[in-house]
Every structure is written in structure tokens, then in C-alpha cells.
């Protein structure tokens, strides 16, 4: 059995927490045929985190600077749970010293640093991974099998959404999500990309775009202890104020290689929203729909079924799908975020064992950088981007 010693990059965040759950549980549901992980550094910024951190991973050296971890010889992968404007700079050193890398979202603040990173990854031989896991929901793969057969046709239109309401409310807290220095890209790189992965998976490449991003409050309340999430304050106790500094939404037309068109819309700001995620492929001969309120359903019509009996049937995923299998032994039991991060804990590994890259790569990331760069570039000139 291969053990691979992890270094978890930002552990005290959100992100953090559930990659450092994700290493340590996914022997539990995969096995250890395709190798272990060890947590054997947690890197914490905050010290006054740093003992509750410890408590999650024992054994693991707790560490305040991303370089410690970066240039520890134990270590072979590293894993990047820091805000956006530092993925680069750290992706970059971990890759020339030789480590394995898996990234969160977005891969970096331009397709530029993106192409830079996976080149170096390409001449360093190593294992690159970005944390696109809604994806690596088996019910997706499902729907992949069903396009590359063919079985709804030439693929001609892609809609698409993802919406949040954290920033519905006016007087919701500033976090550091809204900050250009630290979130560059916004909207579009956080939330974007997560809509980008799914055209990338399922339909292919964009060729080009035309984007409008917008703010819709302008500056927000800073709260002390308050990030995503977090309750409005009573202004009246609040003088400091935040600008907010990146999108807020962002709506997309856009066209494919393979010439599908493309509609696309994205936001913090859908008020009642909580998490809504949705997804249509229509084609020649049938079309798919999802959403993420049915987390494991997909959704299937197709021109094949007599006329007067067309309709869309439901499939609902389950342990005929290895991936599903693995958690569950009935079908339609929820798998949520969470596991979908166990998928891509496990796929890390087995990556890093086998030395075999999986879906998605930081060729992918960069990919998904291009369509971030081509959103801002046509909000800001009000023009159609080519890709």
C-alpha cells in the first residue's frame, strides 16, 4: 500500500476542513488498492485556530507559513485551500519543487498563470488536479456516457445557472470573496467556473463569448468574525464599511467548438436562492436536464420513444456505478457536496499511485481560465470574446 503525505494549505477554512475529512476518509468507502493519504501537515495562518486544528489531524505538524510545507521533503502533494490571489505564487513553487499539486478553484487569476502553471506541471511530470468536484457526482458521469453514445444527438443548445443569496440581503457582511486584491475574478472565477466545469465535462470547449457582469451594492458592512454566510448587522453598531470590488452576477451567451450555443447565468445575489444549480443539453434526437435540488437524478427525454409517449424519465444513479456503490448500496440515497470531495480525495491519490492524470488537470483549469479571462475582458469592452 502507496501512504502519500499530504500538506493541506489553509486548514482552518471551510475548504480546508473538508479536504483534510476527505484525505483521511476515503479508505473508508474506496479501499486502499489505489493508495492512502496521510495528513501529515496542516498549514494555519490564524495560531488562534491552530490547537482545533491540531485536534483534527493527529500527528500532523501544524505550520503558519505555506513555504514550511512547500519545502518539506516528507511531504508529496500539496493541497491549495488559500483565497484566490495566492493559488499562483504557491501552486508555482510547490510544482518546482517537484511535489504534486491539487488546487481549489479558480487555478489561478489568469489564463496566463494558468498556461505557466501547466507547462511547468507538464515538464515536472507530476500529478495536477483543480478542485471542480460538482462533476464527480456519478450522476454526471451518467450523463456523459449518454452524450458520447450519441443517444441525444448532435449537441445544439447548453443552458445553465448557478445562483447563491449570500449577498442577497444589502446589508449582508463584507467577506474577502468580494475583495479584488484577494478573489480577482469574482463571481465568475467562484462560482463561474464551477457552471465552466460542466460545459467543459459534458459538451466541450468554448470558442467564444459575450459576458455582463455587474455589482449590486457597492459596499457592504465589515463585521468582525463574519465571512460567507454570516447574518446583516444592525448598522447603526457598524461604521466600517468594505467596497466591494468584483462581480456580483454575471450572465453569458456563448458558442462551443463543436458550434452548440451556450446560455449561462451565475450570482451571490438570488435572493431565496440558498444553492441552485442547474443544468439543460439539448440535441438533435433527445436533450438531458439536472438540478441540484435532485442531487442524483438526471432527467432524460429522447425523439426514440414512440410518438404520444415522449416524455422526460427520470434515472436516478446508484450502485451499478462503481463511484456510487462505493457509499451506497441503494439507489437514490443523497450523495452531497461533501462525498464529492471523498470522489476527488480518491481520484488525487490514485492519481499521484498509478501516476495516471484524471479529470480535471491543470490543462483543465486552464481551460476554465481561458472563459474566466474572455467573461471580464467582454463585460469590461462590451464586446464578443474569441477564445
Known sequence: MTVVNVAVLGAAGWMGKVHTMAYQTFPHFFGTEGGTA???????????????????????????????????????????????????????????????????????????????????????????????????????????????????????????CQHIDVYGDPLAPYMWRANGALAPTGIIGDTGSHVFSFMEFLVGRVSSLIAD??????????????????AAPDVAQHTKWGDITNADGTNVLCTFENGAKGLVDFSRVATGRKFMQTYEVYGTKGSLAYTFDEVNRLRFYSNDDPIGRRGFREIDVG??????????????????????????????????????????????GHHICQIV?????????RVWVDI
Not at 471542480?132 to 449537441?155: L, M, Q, V, Y
Not at 441503494?330 to 480525495?345: M, Q, R, T, V
Open 38 to 160: 496521510h495528513v501529515a501537515a496542516l498549514v494555519v495562518a490564524n495560531s488562534a485556530a491552530a490547537k482545533d486544528v491540531a485536534l483534527r489531524a493527529p500527528g500532523a505538524k501544524i505550520l503558519d507559513r505555506w513555504e514550511e510545507a512547500v519545502n518539506d521533503p516528507d511531504i508529496d502533494l500539496i493541497d491549495i485551500c488559500l483565497p484566490d490571489n495566492l493559488h499562483f505564487d504557491v501552486a508555482k513553487a510547490a510544482l518546482l519543487a517537484g511535489k504534486h499539486v491539487s488546487c481549489e478553484k479558480p487555478l489561478a487569476d489568469t489564463a496566463q498563470q494558468a498556461r505557466e502553471l501547466a507547462d511547468i506541471a507538464r515538464e515536472k511530470g507530476v500529478i495536477t488536479r483543480v478542485g471542480h468536484a460538482f462533476p464527480r457526482n456519478p450522476i454526471h458521469d451518467r450523463a456523459k456516457e449518454i452524450i458520447d453514445a450519441g443517444e441525444i444527438g448532435e449537441i445544439k443548445l447548453f443552458k445553465a
Open 213 to 230: 457582469s455587474y455589482i449590486t451594492t457597492p459596499k457592504r458592512p465589515i463585521v468582525e468574525g463574519l465571512d460567507l454566510g454570516g
Open 319 to 364: 450502485p451499478e456505478h462503481p463511484t456510487y456503490g462505493a457509499f451506497l448500496p441503494l439507489p437514490n440515497f443523497a450523495l452531497g457536496y461533501n462525498e464529492s470531495k471523498i470522489i476527488e480525495a480518491a481520484e488525487v491519490i490514485k492519481s499521484i499511485t498509478t501516476g495516471t492524470p484524471m479529470w480535471p488537470t491543470f490543462e483543465t
Open 373 to 381: 479571462d474572455a467573461c471580464m475582458t467582454s463585460s469590461e469592452q
